[in-house]
T-cell receptor, first 115, second 116 residues
Framework: AQKITQTQPGMFVQEKEAVTLDCTYD???????LFWYKQPSSGEMIFLIY??????QNATEGRYSLNFQKARKSANLVISASQLGDSAMYFC????????????FGKGMKLTVNP | DTAVSQTPKYLVTQMGNDKSIKCEQN?????MYWYKQDSKKFLKIMFS???????INETVPNRFSPKSPDKAHLNLHINSLELGDSAVYFC???????????????FGPGTRLTVL
């Protein structure tokens, strides 16, 4: 079974609009971490935001926020005020358990920001 | 200053050859990783080392051999390259902490390997 599911293969958004990228996860661990990474066309993997399973507040990093709904096992990334430079692949990932080193990635989704 | 660096960025080689990819991190992290990203962009962990000790070894052919001379370096050697090895290989590093965002993995720029 997939641990991380990103069902949207691609999305289009107008510049300056907000966009939500979906991610659902599957784990039986109580302690886990959720991550979002961005991969622009240049190929590097850029860490965006982290949410711990015990964190009571949704994580925020600048224009990025994570809509964490633990009961629904979803960790959607919200990008506010989209910019052209936000066009990229976005990957959701999970680290299961305390001290586990393994990140399990979703298949990714491609976001295109239109001017 | 580059935090996680890999060399080379591109590697084109013939089937059957042996090649190495080098990775270095200057973040003071104690855990390093190799991931493979296939043609469909799917990322999967291959290996993880903590302080030069192998801690994760996914089901990877034994033609792939990681080597960690010290905790700042993790190299990947591939013997007898096959067409299916063509992919982007990412090195990453993190601090091995038990909780929180401190164990975020930071990735290198990737090495695009093409086997002809």
């Amino acid at each position: 079974a997939q641990k991380i599911t990103q069902t949207q293969p691609g999305m289009f958004v107008q510049e300056k609009e907000a966009v939500t990228l979906d991610c659902t996860y599957d784990t039986s661990d109580q302690s886990y971490g959720l991550f979002w990474y961005k991969q622009p066309s240049s190929g590097e993997m850029i860490f965006l935001i982290y949410q711990g399973s015990y964190d009571e507040q949704n994580a925020t990093e600048g224009r990025y926020s994570l809509n964490f709904q633990k009961a629904r096992k979803s960790a959607n990334l919200v990008i506010s005020a989209s910019q052209l430079g936000d066009s990229a692949m976005y990957f959701c990932a999970m680290r299961e358990g305390r001290g586990s080193e393994k990140l399990v990635f979703g298949k990714g989704m491609k976001l295109t920001v239109n001017p | 200053d580059t935090a996680v660096s890999q060399t080379p960025k591109y590697l084109v080689t013939q089937m059957g050859n042996d090649k190495s990819i080098k990775c270095e991190q200057n973040l003071g992290h104690d855990t390093m990783y190799w991931y493979k990203q296939d043609s469909k962009k799917f990322l999967k962990i291959m290996f993880s080392y903590n302080n030069k000790e192998l801690i994760i070894n996914e089901t990877v052919p034994n033609r792939f051999s990681p080597k960690s001379p010290d905790k700042a370096h993790l190299n990947l050697h591939i013997n007898s390259l096959e067409l299916g090895d063509s992919a982007v290989y990412f090195c990453a590093s993190s601090l091995r902490v038990r909780q929180g965002a401190g164990d975020t993995q930071y990735f290198g720029p990737g090495t695009r390997l093409t086997v002809l």
